[in-house]
């Protein structure tokens, strides 16, 4: 089983559209939690840290369900500009982090 | 959050030979990690760049294929030995400058190998 999992897509939505990825985490010790941003032949960006708490920035709002291991990114009123590869991004603990394999956004106008 | 310097950006290498990729960091940091993302896959972690001390390599990575260097606290090398065109992939450097969040990567080098 891989350590963080993510439904690959793509996923094609209009734009105005609200949009959901989800991503799994195996390891119970995780400790930090992440979305990066990666469009095509870039380097990943931080998009936001989770928070247990659930936390919000803009149009972007991401969970965290500690007891599942489950982490979401819910994406409001999509943008053209929107369209890239996310990433599940967890730290265990060991400074380093591992990623999901990413899931693909594409929003069409 | 720290800027990473990562050069070279892409190179097409002949087989057999070594290419070596430098990330300057403009802030003294503790770690150093490189990845390594092949065409159409998430990141993988080669290894985490220690000053002063051997680099930690994970499973599938060995010091003889990957050698890094890190003779200070704001640069680090990598290098890709005896290359083989299953070696063509893109090669990040990363660092947390501090605090629980931020990891910042460079631009990445893109290694095409023929």
């Known amino acids: 089983r891989k350590e963080v999992e993510q439904d690959p897509g793509p996923f094609n939505v209009p734009e105005g559209a609200t949009v959901a990825f989800n991503c799994t985490y195996s390891n119970s010790a995780s400790q930090s939690f992440f979305w990066y941003r990666q469009d095509c032949r870039k380097e990943p960006k931080l998009l936001m840290s989770v928070y247990s708490s659930g936390n919000e920035d803009g149009r972007f709002t991401a969970q965290l369900n500690r007891a599942s291991q489950y982490i979401s990114l819910l994406i409001r009123d999509s943008k053209l500009s929107d369209s890239a590869t996310y990433l599940c991004?967890?730290?265990?603990?060991?400074?380093?982090?591992?990623f999901g394999s990413g899931t693909r956004l594409q929003v069409q106008p | 959050s720290a800027v990473i310097s990562q050069k070279p950006s892409r190179d097409i290498c002949q087989r057999g030979t070594s290419l070596t990729i430098q990330c300057q960091v403009d802030s003294q940091v503790t770690m150093m990690f490189w990845y390594r993302q092949q065409p159409g896959q998430s990141l993988t972690l080669i290894a985490t760049a220690n000053q002063g001390s051997e680099a930690t390599y994970e499973s599938g990575f060995v010091i003889d294929k990957f050698p890094i260097s890190r003779p200070n606290l704001t640069f680090s090398t990598l290098t890709v030995s005896n290359m083989s065109p299953e070696d063509s992939s893109i090669y990040l450097c990363?660092?947390?400058?501090?605090?629980?969040?931020?990891?910042?990567f460079g631009s990445g080098t893109r290694l095409t190998v023929v």
């Open positions: 990363s660092v947390q400058p501090g605090g629980a969040y931020g990891y910042t």
């Open positions: 991004v967890v730290n265990t603990g060991r400074r380093a982090l591992t």
